[in-house]
């Protein structure tokens, strides 16, 4: 059974940083993708970030510049590193494994920016 869990959110402050990271753990095989997304009550879950297996990335407007995926395939792990944060980043981020056996979540991680 394949678990992916998230961490590093919290509270931070306007123009402030964090990094969020998700582990997979089980039998996971042949990752095509990680995906960070994010959403708040009432509204569509929202792609942020997008890093293939072979290491292209793409980034939602709102985020360019500010945001980095990265990862590490050997731990099976992804990351999101959030620069310059804005109030408008408040969400709780989720954190997906596209796989070619199937397409998997984590539980979620808040994020609130905030002064």
């Known amino acids: 059974q394949v678990q992916l869990v998230e961490s590093g959110g919290g509270l931070v402050q306007p123009g402030g940083s964090l990094r969020l990271s998700c582990a997979a753990s089980?039998?996971?095989?042949?990752?095509?993708?990680m995906k960070w997304y994010r959403q708040n009550p009432g509204k569509e879950r929202e792609l942020v970030a997008h890093i293939a297996s072979g290491g292209s990335t793409d980034y939602a407007d709102s985020v360019k510049g500010r945001f980095t995926i990265s990862s590490d395939n050997a731990k099976n792990t992804v990351y999101l590193q959030m620069n310059s944060l804005k109030s408008e980043d408040t969400a709780v981020y989720f954190c997906n494994f596209y796989t070619a056996r199937g397409n998997y979540w984590g539980q979620g991680t808040q994020v609130t920016v905030s002064s």
């Open positions: 089980g039998s996971i095989f042949a990752v095509r993708a």
